[in-house]
């Protein structure tokens, strides 16, 4: 172990001691805190972390030393337990979304409901956070049960919106057709791409998508007159006939 993790988990433990031999009589009736703006240096250099000054102390995230120092940092909500350690690298958080348990019923389908189903995982899965890949599915859509990039993001919107409802492909559909929730796929020779959409006006699209880096995105546009001209331009819906 080098000597900078030796020093973090010597604080570590001095600190679970006085947590948990601390007089009770000490303890605070009500706690303050406040954002620290004390710069914070690992190895010399200046690290970006939030921390909370409480007490005359400064607190911060047990994750965030982690990742600063490479150790490895896991909870396990079965046993309500932190795991640390030092001999392995850090690994950032991924989470999961449960699939949904129930078919939704056709007939109380709508756009708007699927649209603030689509939305509601933005709370989870914010721009730039990694949504899990490989996202594994049971709904049998057109990119397999387990599927990365692009693909593994539309479906996992797409799942959870429509749960098991069946899958319908149309090849260069209507601009009518495209209802929220829909995955709109396009490839011209050099790039293959699938995106989810959130809204439609006469002139474009606004997406949900993710790329080769597996982390979700939001607020992208596509134009109605570009997508109609790529080469492959495919519509995968859920919406019944």
């Not at 172990?1 to 570590?12: K, P, V």
């Not at 950032?92 to 007939?107: C, F, G, I, L």
């Not at 293959?192 to 002139?203: A, G, M, N, P, R």
């Amino acid at each position: 172990m080098n000597r900078t993790r030796e020093i973090i988990f010597m604080g570590i433990g001095i600190l679970t001691g006085i947590t948990l031999c601390g007089p009770a009589a000490q303890a605070a009736t009500a706690i303050t805190a406040t954002l620290s703006n004390q710069p914070i240096y690992v190895n010399g250099q200046r690290v970006s972390m939030t921390a909370y000054h409480i007490g005359g102390n400064n607190y911060v995230k047990l994750r965030d030393i982690g990742q600063a120092v490479d150790f490895g940092v896991t909870y396990d909500a079965a046993t309500n337990s932190v795991y640390i350690d030092p001999n392995s690298s850090y690994q950032e958080e991924v989470k999961q979304v449960a699939q949904t348990p129930t078919t939704p019923s056709a007939a109380n389908l709508s756009e708007e409901t699927v649209r603030s189903t689509i939305r509601a995982l933005r709370d989870i899965y914010p721009t730039n956070t990694l949504y899990g890949a490989p996202y594994r599915s049971t709904s049998n859509g057109p990119y397999g049960v387990s599927s990365t990039n692009c693909a593994g993001w539309a479906t996992l919107c797409s799942d959870a919106a429509f749960g098991n409802l069946p899958w319908r492909r149309v090849d260069r559909p209507s601009w009518a057709q495209i209802r929220a929730g829909d995955l709109v796929e396009y490839a011209d020779g050099t790039n293959h791409h699938v995106v989810v959409v959130l809204e439609k006006t006469d002139e474009y699209i606004k997406v949900t998508e993710s790329g080769l880096n597996n982390k979700a995105r939001w607020g992208g546009q596509y134009f109605k007159w570009w997508l109609e001209g790529q080469p492959s331009y495919i519509l995968h819906t859920r919406y019944p006939n």
